[in-house]
């Protein structure tokens, strides 16, 4: 046997976790297409629903962060989102260097409307795991992420030291 080979003792979480999100997105994306919205767009657009009562609107770095895109990706999805009339956006009046956005009309009763498609795959999944199943499934995944993000805050505490 070549020394370099390895024998993993663990399985693959990322690959695990990105099959679990593909596997729940399979039942959400066809909902989406059939609005024209692609994955990124409807993370936007929940992001904004979940803050539409922020009159203020939501920076565009806050919704990169929530929505999980990178900055030159959210460009040109917030760009095809104003364009087809879900979003609106204008500089922030306390920085004009910052850009807020907010759903329009059209793009929140599109998150109405996606939402309910959406609580009905959750209430399915619930149904087949169990209430307590998925809530300790949601209790897990927030406590890995958790402890992961300790060990971002400290690794990037260190350095800045």
């Known amino acids: 046997m070549d020394s370099t080979d390895k024998t993993f003792t663990h399985r693959n979480l990322p690959r695990l976790l990105l099959q679990a ?6 039942h959400t994306r066809p909902s989406l297409r059939e609005h ?15 803050h539409a009562r922020d009159p203020a609107g939501i920076e565009t770095g806050r919704i990169a962060r929530e929505a999980f895109l990178l900055g030159p990706s959210l460009t ?8 087809d009339g879900l979003i609106s956006r204008e500089r922030c009046s306390q920085d004009a260097r910052r850009t807020v956005v907010r759903a329009t009309p ?20 619930e149904e087949r795991l ?19 993000g300790d060990v971002d ?3 990037m505490n260190e350095e800045a030291a």
Do not use: C, P
Not at 36 to 50: K, P, Y
Not at 76 to 83: D, F, I, K, Q
Not at 130 to 148: F, M, N, P, T, W
């Open 21 to 26: 999100r593909e596997s729940v997105m399979q």
């Open 36 to 50: 024209g919205l692609s994955d990124q767009q409807w993370r936007v657009l929940r992001v904004l629903g979940e």
């Open 76 to 83: 040109g999805v917030l760009a095809r989102m104003e364009r």
């Open 106 to 125: 059209a793009g929140l009763k599109l998150v109405r409307k996606l939402s309910a498609t959406i609580q009905a795959h959750y209430a399915w999944l």
């Open 130 to 148: 169990s209430k307590a199943r998925l809530a300790q499934l949601y209790a897990l995944l927030d406590e890995v992420i958790a402890l992961e």
């Open 153 to 155: 805050d400290n690794d």
